[in-house]
């Protein structure tokens, strides 16, 4: 288990992937700890040094007192890649964390080298607010394996949850938060 200090607080990271190679920044998107991204980077690693890490608030990162803004994210983005000294890297962000891989295009623009936005959005109208403080709410409210399978209902789609295979990965990913 590696940390680093940043901002102010201390950021779970791992790193995956030939040292040498071009590093690729992961960032994940809201309550969703980095281990989410195990079967990207299990692809992934192959090619790229792939730096995953818990946002704040989120897994084994510290979790201040909120609430957090993606510009604040966004710097921790950029200040976690220069604790392991990284000039920069491609950035790929999912759902917030492709809102925070926006804002850390416009905040620290040399740190970017590519990025891909996965299902990211630009601003946050009341609809938004409303579903991520019922999420929230929820996450407060549900085991840890509920709570996953909830998540798991929204993201993924019908022929998933039909593949025998890929259900039993959703099934076994509710067991490890248990």
Same mark, same amino acid.
Request: charged share 20%; hydrophobic share 45%; aromatic share 8%.
């Given at each position: !288990?590696?940390?680093?200090?940043? $901002?102010?607080?201390? &950021? ?11 590093? =690729?920044?992961?960032?994940? %998107? ?24 818990? $946002? ?9 007192? %909120? ?16 604790? &392991?000294?990284?000039? $920069? ?6 759902? !917030? ?30 609809? %938004? ?12 409210? =549900? ?5 996953? $399978?909830?998540?798991? &209902? ?14 039993? %990965? =959703? ?6 938060? &248990?």
């Amino acid at each position: !288990m590696s940390f680093v200090t940043v $901002n102010g607080i201390q &950021l779970y990271y791992e790193t995956r992937g030939p040292v040498e190679a071009k590093p =690729l920044l992961l960032i994940m %998107g809201i309550t969703a700890a980095s281990a989410v991204w195990e079967k990207h980077v299990s692809y992934w690693k192959k090619e790229y040094r792939c730096i995953i890490f818990d $946002n704040r608030g989120v897994g084994m990162s510290d979790k201040p007192e %909120g609430p957090y803004t993606t510009a604040e994210m966004a710097d921790d983005s950029a200040a976690l890649l220069e604790a &392991l000294s990284i000039p $920069n890297a491609a950035v790929v962000g999912v759902s !917030m964390g492709g809102a925070i891989a926006l804002e850390m295009a416009i905040r620290h623009p040399e740190k970017v080298s590519a990025m891909v936005a996965m299902c990211p959005w630009a601003s946050c109208d009341r609809k %938004g607010e409303a579903i991520f403080r019922h999420i929230t709410h929820i996450k407060a409210h =549900l085991r840890p394996e509920q709570f996953a $399978n909830f998540m798991q &209902l929204l993201i993924f789609d019908k022929p998933t949850f039909d593949d025998d295979a890929e259900y039993e %990965g =959703l099934v076994s990913g509710q067991k490890e938060q &248990l």
